[in-house]
T-cell receptor, first 112, second 110 residues
């Protein structure tokens, strides 16, 4: 079955540590996205990538970094510079940027 | 500046009746609109979409209506079922991004 896999589902880290969230897709999609969901805030775009080795900042990129070395993978690093990292993080992919996105089941990050 | 607005945070509808979820947008350059459904602790799933050249798209129990002059779209679910209880996100696309609204939580009452 094709889909998007985010791991782990729950992640705990100490304040000041960087943490990397994994996102893998086997849908052969070119575009991949990272969103953050906070209560009452909907989905806010962190970073997106339309093609391998290229990515752009979304609306709330500060304190985050990404890489796109392979088509299937789009890991997100939450750095210690992110002031309020506790949130639910969603990864998505689409065949083209203007097509419906397929989402993973998310990673809930909690900073202790 | 919210470009896609869902002004009702929640909505309760009796099972079997029609659910109508509303969405307004401000950018007239949006050319494609989507609705997603989300259960707790899961990612959103794509439900239905509509191109700006159409004013209605139907898929089973789900129908999306687009009123370009009013910059308004709505999702109709009929008849509503218990499994429809979820958060519904309206989204709009322009060029290389999709912009999401904040969502409306739909409760289907028995």
């Amino acid at each position: 079955d094709g889909g998007i896999t985010q791991s782990p589902k729950y992640l705990f880290r100490k304040e000041g540590q960087n943490v990397t969230l994994s996102c893998e897709q086997n849908l052969n999609h070119d575009a991949m996205y990272w969103y953050r969901q906070d209560p009452g805030q909907g989905l806010r775009l962190i970073y997106y990538s339309q093609i391998v080795n290229d990515f752009q900042k979304g609306d709330i990129a500060e304190g985050y970094s990404v890489s796109r070395e392979k088509k299937e993978s789009f890991p997100l690093t939450v750095t210690s510079a992110q002031k309020n990292p506790t949130a639910f993080y969603l990864c998505a992919s689409s065949r083209r940027p203007d097509q419906p996105q397929h989402f993973g089941d998310g990673t809930r990050l909690s900073i202790l | 500046d919210q470009q896609v607005k869902q002004n009702s945070p929640s909505l309760s509808v009796q099972e079997g009746r029609i659910s109508i979820l509303n969405c307004d947008y401000t950018n007239s350059m949006f050319d494609y609109f989507l609705w997603y459904k989300k259960y707790p602790a899961e990612g959103p799933t794509f439900l239905i979409s509509i191109s700006s050249i159409k004013d209605k798209n139907e898929d089973g129990r789900f129908t999306v209506f687009l009123n370009k002059s009013a910059k308004h779209l709505s999702l109709h679910i009929v008849p509503s079922q218990p499994g429809d209880s979820a958060v519904y996100f309206c989204a709009a696309s322009q060029y290389d991004k999709i912009i999401f609204g904040k969502g409306t939580r739909l409760h289907i009452l028995p």
